[in-house]
């Protein structure tokens, strides 16, 4: 009589097993058609964002790619309607053409020429989903014309996260997302068509932050391309970002004047050059930045701890690369969305 008590019990109990098995396998399953959702609508969000080949555009309510606007289309079609931003290179106005919404930049001092036209042969070569679209240019009058992107500069992430209309945008998902959008932006730019190159209007958090626009879905492109010098070893070709001495932590120690100590005054011509791990440095700063202050944040700066340190090293070969450092960000994105997905399913 006990065997066939303990064997109807195993019996019993195999189906619930087996439902317990099947049960886990599909909130897995599940789990994973989420994460993979997620990256598909920010593909998807960011491939529509451009989705003309240069030299065209088409913004979001356009039907069409339209060919790059020329200096009488500027000058006809383009209407002014209030300065939103100015520089040492340009101006910037929020202006219109035909009822679309448009960015028109202006050289402020000819003293920039060179800049500005570096910044225009960037926006060329660079168009893609993560470099601000180009709608048109004319170098007569030394004017570029960008798309318009309202929610502006990534300085402003806390000011538009506290708007009633965007705080439920304010969690640790999002903000990492736009970490991993920055990351990304790296990694574009040290592999880009036009060559390896360096983000040198960077020597402040404020002035990185600026060169960054957000899109009105929460992604990221970069805007300002006026100091994008090109690094290749294999030639020989470091850079320096500009001519002047930079101090302060922000900067990689390879960006500071190394005689400081020995009381000899800065040199433009014997000060080292460097390449585009200096970039590298500065991600946590910027990524401390992004998380914020909110739940979850935490375990965020947690998990990003051993790669941050890495970029942190003095020693700038034994950085990682910015790829290395976006896997990493998307391995934990992924881990905790998992995490997260997981701890709800048990309540």
Known sequence: MARSSSSRSLSHGFPVVGMCLAALLLSNALIYLYLESLYQDDEQLLSSHVGCVPPHFKMATMKNCTPWLQCSQIHAEVRKLKLIGQGAVKKVYLAEWRGQKVALSELSS????????????????????????????????????????????????????????????????????????????????????????????????????????????????????????????SRGLLVKCGHRELTGDFVAPEQLWPFTTKGKPFSDDLMPEYDERTDIWKIPDVTWFLMGRVPGGDVVHFHLFQIHEECKKEDPKLRPSALDVLKVYRSVYSSMVRDNAGFRDML
């Open 110 to 233: 000819l003293d920039y020429l060179e800049d500005f036209l570096h910044g225009l042969s960037m926006l060329q070569a660079l168009q893609g989903p993560q470099v601000v679209q180009l709608v048109g240019f004319c170098l007569e009058n030394h004017t570029q014309v960008t798309e318009h992107h309202p929610l502006g500069p990534l300085l402003n992430l806390d000011d538009v996260l506290a708007q009633e209309q965007h705080k439920q945008h304010n969690k640790w998902q999002m903000r990492l997302r736009l970490a991993i959008d920055y990351v990304s932006i790296l990694h574009y730019l040290h592999n880009s068509p036009a060559g390896r190159r360096v983000m040198c209007d960077s020597s402040s958090l404020v002035k990185t932050l600026s060169q960054f626009l957000m899109t009105s879905d929460f992604h990221l492109v970069v805007n300002d391309l006026d100091a994008l010098p090109e690094v290749d070893p």
